[in-house]
């Protein structure tokens, strides 16, 4: 998703016991006083996806803390990569709306290229009963793309950007491809929303769901001291952490990682671990103590 952005390393972590993140942008009233929460299938312990709703059409997506926009597999993929999905078709939707020239851009992944249309819809958060509801929400249509886990196996037809900003941030819209220039800048689906605070938890045990949570029990989580250990976002773009150390039994080497301290960020789109050229020797003698199965 933005493996890479800080020098040290980037991690990709989800709070285990669902740490409420709060969005960097002026405290102000949800838009929705009501709960919601959406439970996560679990596909093999790397793929995590939750219903979403475009123009009455329930995709299965990844909510991607890592990016920032609304991508979802559409009839205009064709058989290369819609195969074994299910995928969004404009011409069911009486809310689409058609993006003035057709724009088509390119976004780029850690895991690869999607390029997609842009247009326009009615977006839930949720199933389409959902009440956190926006109207004419920015959205991509995937026309192709290069990310080779997103083949027929994967479990998600659609990645939802839950980046912290209340719009895309300049260097992260998508590039137009017909001259490489930056597409426009837009409001977030959270900010949208009028979302501030959110909980993403992953149950212990192979096969078990993850959930989505939002509204206003997960606010008053955020600020549960007693429940909860607050971290500062000390990111610009992305939900990045302050790290101060990296331990592991057997392994004296990890506590020089992080002196005085590097970059983490928490990103739910994606489940490898990606760390700078100097992590390699601790991460060649903690693969040997992992087993297959990740224990």
Known sequence: SADGLLAAVVLALLPAVGQPMKLRRNLRLA????????????????QYSGAFSVGGQALPVIFDTGSFEVIVLSTMCGASCAEGHVVYDKTKSTTFVEENESITARHY???????????REVIRLGPPTSPYEVNSM????VVTHGIKAWNEHAAFSGIVGLGHPSFTPEGYTAELVDNGAS??????????????SFALCLQRGRGEPGWLSLGPSVQALAGDSKQFQSLKVVGKVHWGLRMTAVESPGLPMASKLCDPS????????TSLIAVPPNALTFVQALQKQIKPDCS
């Not at 992944?109 to 247009?119: I, M, R």
């Open 109 to 119: 992944f850690g895991s690869g290229p999607v390029t997609s249309q842009k247009g």
């Open 31 to 46: 838009k929705i006083n009501e709960d919601l929460k959406i439970q996560l299938t679990n596909k093999n312990n790397v």
């Open 262 to 269: 590097c970059g983490a960020i928490v990103d739910s789109g």
């Open 183 to 196: 597409t426009d800048s837009h409001e977030s689906l959270l900010s949208s929303l009028g979302v501030w």
């Open 138 to 141: 920015p959205f991509w249509q």
